[in-house]
Each structure stands twice: as C-alpha cells, then as structure tokens.
C-alpha cells in the first residue's frame, strides 16, 4: 500500500488556501546574533532593510575597500595602511569589541555596528560578483580588511572567535612534536631553543594542507612534510585568512550564478550597477557648502592665480581656454561646474566666460552661452528639485566614465584620455620633472589606476606641505585620505600652500558619496 502525504493537494480538487494570507504573511527569518565582532560572513542576512541603508551601508563600506586598494597601489608598508585606515574604520565602519560595553555582544550600539558590517558586506557581493576581475579585486581586499580587524581584536575575543569556528586542522600529538623537534625549530625563526616546543610555550601545533597556507610557505615560516604544513598556534592568522579567503571565493561563484535572478529589480539594479562602477574610482559628491573656501576672495579675476591650485583635468581646460579663447560643450560644462564648486558666484562665472571668449560678440555669447551657464547653476530651466542650486560638480568616477573626449575637446581625465606622450608633455608642462614620480604615474596608467596617478602627483607636488601637517598634528589619515573629486584637490591644495585648517574647512569630510543623476 502506497503511502499518501495528507498534505498534498489532488490535482483534480479545485485548491480552496488563501493566497492572501501567503502573500501578506509576516516574512520569516532567523534574527542573527553577532557573538564575535570578526565575521567570516557564512550567513547571509535575511531582515529587511531600506533602500537608503542599502546605498549607504554599501557606499561606507566602498570607501574603507577604496582606501586599502589605494594603500596597497602605494606600496605602504602594513604598519602605515593600518595607521591610515583605522580613523576611517572608525568613522565609517566602526566595529567595536565585546569588553567595550558592560552588556557585551547583546548591547544594541554593537549590535546595529556588526549589522551594517555584514549586510554592506553582502551588498558590495552583490555589486563586485559579476566579473571575475571584480571577485578576485574584492576578495583581495576584503582580505586585507579581515586581516586588519584581526590583529586590533582582543586576544581573548580572538582566541574565542577561532575556537568557534570549528576548522578542520590536526593537532600534531605531543609524541610527533618531540620527532620533528630539530625540524620543527629549524623551520620556525620564532623558536630558539628545542626546551619551548617540549614545555609547550608555543602552544599547539597544528597539520594542515601546504595549499592553504601560501604565506607561510612563500617567507618559509613552517615545516613541510608529506604534503602537510606544520603550523605553531602563533601562526594562525595566515590559517584563518586562507579560510576566509577560500570561504569568500566559494561564496563570490555561488552569488554570481544567483545574479541573474535580480536583473529585473528596477530598485537594486541601478544601485548595484553605479556601486560596480565606483570600485574603479570611487565617487563622490560635493555641496557648494562642501568645496567653498570661506574667507577667500575668489571671483573672475582671481581664477588665473587659483588654477595653480587645479588637478590636471581642470588646468588642462584653463590652459586650452587660455590659448583658444574656447571650449566645446563638455568642456565649458566640467569646466562651469567646477568653478561653481570652488566658489565662482553666477555672475562672476558669467563674467569670466565673457572676458574668456574674447573673439565673439556680446549678442553672440549672450544668444549661445548665457543660458547654459545659468542653467548651470539652477538659475534657470531643470526640474522642480535643482531649480535653485543646479548641478553638482563632476567626480572623479564620473569624468573617467562618461562622456569621453572626441576630436577637438578637452574634457575628460588626462590621465586617461591622453597618450603616454602627450600626459607626460602636459605633466612637465606643468612642473612635474621628477623622473620617478612620471615612471609611477605611467606604470599607473597602463594598470587602469587613473585617479592613483592623480593622487600620485598632488602628493609629489606637496610634499613638503603634508609632512609639515602631519608632524605638527593638524591634520589627520581623515584629511589626508584618497582623493576622488577635482574640487577636494584644489580646496586640499589650497589649504596645504596657504597653512589652512583641514578640520575647520572639512577638507577629509567634504567627500559624500552618492549617484549623482546629471
């Protein structure tokens, strides 16, 4: 006799449940506990959240990842990445320990940091799985992030938060221990004497595959034997990296394969679309409030001594208005918003196209110039929202990747629409002869890291002027933090040659990352 399921529906009877009491049901997941402040991110989340905490979570997240592939591009030693990142983990993913809070885990403060930690991770996974350059990009750095967190995480935390993991590594027998003595101490510089590894000062040892422990292996810090890597317990950062590492690969394949089934979520998309993006350069928008330098006397006939103070996208386009009394449309639009970033009133704006485009006339530049400058500045035209205030200045990411320069235009990035020649002329052109300095900045730009080449040239070009901030104390990693918008290089330019005040102009924070819709 067959057994029948009393809950199976016959296909014959007419299905009499209450579709709506399906689709309204209350959602039902597994509310997540956060007992360690490290995450190997194993579980996704499941809970609701905003579609503003959506961006936002995911853009914080985006600048901590920007800033350690910039360090990285840099060759920065670990002890000056951690230096740098740390004031801005702190800022935009704090993530702090147990023993910080009487309650412990179960406090809501660190409960609501260790949630934004795991949904922005899930999130950028979702943006950066599409391509296999972006999963390796992003495993690469999330690693770096996870290899910081743990070595500023309490020991205790620490040791807790490995125990709890479960890892499949042999512990090597005290008997094998005392075999492989001689061994074991010639392949760990750590160890002097045979005594510590009989009397256990160095903990347990552990048997694992060599594969999963390439940095041991490479700096030969570990005994190999039979396809095996011997691990003392101090070593198990490079254990427990190779697991998240290889955990996050795995988890990288499986969301690519789940992409398609959200391609047609006109919420998500758009956002996932424009984050993918910023991993190039990460973007950036600026209020007027922002970029404006208070106190300084900036209007038509002062933009000529400022434009010392230019990136070379801009400099570029005041040196070739200069020359040919013109710009093309694109042009005059980077061009026109960045001067309304720095301070450039309307008017004074509209005298400065004026007295620039010296070869027409007024009834010329009144009939076909006039309007677009205004409309620039939301003084006419646009929709209920910008009438006002206008458009916001270019970024970084959005001059690298939209509307490139064709014949006869100079707007866009040098550093990417330009020719090795041609950037290396326009660089010498303006001051910049160190021969090492061209050699990164090229081998920059044939690697696709543009705005590293930038941030490579303000740093040769002010050297002397951010070792003076640094040692004094004025300025911190924050203010000194990768530059992503024209207007940042020139205020932070600014303010380094004149001895300004980095934290009373906001020149690290002026940078808030959003989709600029222009």
């Known amino acids: 006799m067959i057994r029948q399921d009393i809950n199976r529906i016959d296909p014959k009877r007419r299905n009499i449940s209450d579709h709506k009491k399906r689709q309204f049901a ?9 007992p360690h402040r490290l995450n190997l991110y194993e579980l996704p989340p499941t809970a609701e959240i905003s579609l503003e905490q959506f961006e936002q979570w995911a853009i914080d997240r985006l600048r901590i990842l920007a800033e350690i592939e910039a360090c990285s591009f840099r060759n920065k030693t670990p002890a000056d990445t951690a230096a740098h990142i740390t004031p801005l983990l702190q800022k935009w993913l704090p993530l ?35 391509t296999e ?25 620490r040791q807790s938060f490995v125990e709890s993991l ?17 061994d074991l101490l010639n392949a760990s510089p750590n160890f002097r004497k045979l005594q510590e590894l009989d009397e256990g000062g160095a903990g347990p040892w552990f048997k694992v595959d060599f594969e999963s422990v390439p940095e041991l292996v490479e700096s030969r810090r570990v005994l190999l034997k039979a396809g095996k890597a011997y691990v003392p317990a101090r070593e198990q950062l490079s254990m427990v990296l190779a697991e998240f590492g290889e955990r996050l690969d795995r988890g990288l394949e499986t969301t690519a394969r789940a992409l398609p089934s959200i391609d047609e979520d006109d919420r998500l998309t758009p956002i996932l679309n424009h984050l993918s993006k910023n991993f190039t350069t990460p973007d950036s928008t600026m209020s007027d409030s922002d970029s404006a330098l ?17 990136p070379l996208c801009m400099r570029n386009l005041h040196t070739t208005l200069r020359k040919n009394s013109h710009l093309k449309h694109y042009g005059r639009l980077q061009y026109t918003l960045f001067l309304k970033g720095i301070g450039l009133t309307m008017e004074d704006c509209l005298i400065f196209w004026r007295q620039s485009f010296k070869l027409i006339t007024d009834e010329t530049f009144t009939k076909e110039y006039r309007y677009n400058v205004r409309h620039s500045y939301g003084d006419v035209g646009g929709d209920a929202n910008r009438r006002g205030r206008g458009y916001s200045p270019f970024s970084c990411q959005k001059i690298l990747t939209e509307h490139p320069p064709g014949s006869g235009e100079s707007h866009g990035c040098p550093y990417r ?7 290396t002329g326009l660089l010498q052109a303006t001051g910049v002869n160190d021969r090492d300095v061209l050699r990164g900045v090229k081998e920059d730009v044939e690697k696709q890291r543009y705005h590293i080449a930038c941030n490579r040239v303000f740093e040769w070009a002010h050297k002397g002027d951010i070792a003076r901030v640094k040692d004094d104390g004025s300025w911190g990693a924050a203010e000194l933090d990768t530059i992503v918008h024209p207007n940042t290089y020139f205020k ?27």
Do not use: C
Not at 26 to 34: D, M, R, S, T
Not at 107 to 130: P, T
Not at 166 to 182: D, I, P, T
């Open 294 to 310: 208070s106190g300084v006397p900036i209007n038509a006939s002062s933009v000529d001594a400022l434009s010392n103070h230019f």
């Open 26 to 34: 209350a959602p039902l997941y597994q509310q997540q506990e956060y």
């Open 96 to 130: 702090s320990s147990n023993s910080s809070t009487p309650m412990g885990y179960k406090d809501e403060k660190l409960k609501l940091e260790r949630q934004k930690d795991l949904y922005s991770h899930y999130i950028l996974r979702l943006a950066f799985s599409s």
């Open 133 to 157: 350059d972006l999963r390796r990009r992003f495993s690469r750095v999330e690693s770096a992030l996870f290899k910081l967190r743990f070595q500023s995480d309490d020991a205790r935390e």
């Open 166 to 182: 479960s890892m499949n590594w042999e512990v090597v027998s005290e008997e094998e221990k005392r075999e492989l003595g001689s």
């Open 492 to 518: 932070r330019s600014y303010l380094l040659k004149t001895g300004g005040k980095a934290a009373a102009s906001g020149s690290g924070e002026s940078q808030s990352n959003g989709i600029d819709l222009i």
């Open 417 to 423: 629409h330009f020719s090795v020649d041609n950037l």
